[in-house]
Each structure stands twice: as C-alpha cells, then as structure tokens.
C-alpha cells in the first residue's frame, strides 16, 4: 500500500499540541516539578513511565507519552512532525529530513507499556537511533 507523506495541517498540530497539553495540564505532582521544568523531554517522558503514573488501560494517555517521545527526536536528533497517509487512516509521525527515515512514536511506547513491557527510556531512545542511523546511512 502507497502511503503519502505531508507536512501537518494546522489542525495537525493543534491535535499533536493537546497531546503535549494533557502531559502539562495532568502532571502528577509526585514528579516534583511541572513538566516543562524538565531540562529534555526524555527526562520528563523517564519520570512518568518510571514513577508508574501511566495506565496501560489509557491508550490516548498512552499516546500523550508517545508525543513527548517525538518531540524528544525533534529537539535532540533534528527530526520532523509528519503526516502519513496510509489507506484510510492519517496518522502523526516524524522524519529525519533528506531520508526515508519515518518513525511512528506515538505507538511506540503505547505499544510496549500495553504489553506490561518494562521501559527503559534512554535506551529506547538511543536504539531508535542507531537504526534510523543506519538507516539514513544505508540509503545514502
């Protein structure tokens, strides 16, 4: 199946911004600062998974996490906030730019914590990018 790849929509953004949102609104105050006290996005994203804030029953809070996942490529790896449309469905991603390099991190940590799989925040973040390194090496 084709998939086509565009650059968000305004309302893209408002929606990706919501999820960001929830994280700011709905910290809980065990974390011992407001989420945008966090110096990187992965300290914030470590702090809620490992202090077990997180339902695994709650996908949309799920995704939340995913957001902040993403942002956390954006601002240390450079990458991009996407859209891929795949079929019928429209999804957020991001993109290293110049490459094929697509990552889909709202599902990413959704997937792992609904599974009861222990996540390790640092680690996920730096094997996701030595295969998106790869990656981009491979195709150039």
């Not at 065990?30 to 490992?50: M, T, Y």
């Not at 599902?107 to 998106?132: H, N, T, W, Y």
Request: hydrophobic residues 40%; negative net charge; glycine residues 8%.
């Amino acid at each position: 199946m084709n998939e086509l790849v565009e650059s968000p929509t305004a309302s893209d953004l408002e929606a990706i911004e919501s999820h960001r949102s929830w994280i700011r609104e709905c910290h809980p105050p065990e974390l011992g600062r407001k989420p945008e006290q966090f110096d990187r996005q992965l300290d914030l994203l470590d702090a809620l998974i490992k202090g077990g804030w997180m339902d695994p029953a709650e996908t949309a809070q799920l995704h939340c996490l995913g957001v902040i996942l993403g942002d956390a490529f954006v601002e240390e790896k450079g990458f991009e906030w996407v859209m891929v449309k795949s079929g019928y469905s429209r999804e957020p991603a991001i993109r290293l730019p110049g490459s094929a390099v697509i990552l889909y991190p709202i599902e990413i940590i959704s997937q792992k914590i609904e599974k009861g799989e222990a996540v390790d925040v640092p680690a996920l973040f730096e094997g996701i990018c030595a295969i998106a390194d790869h990656q981009r090496n491979r195709a150039e």
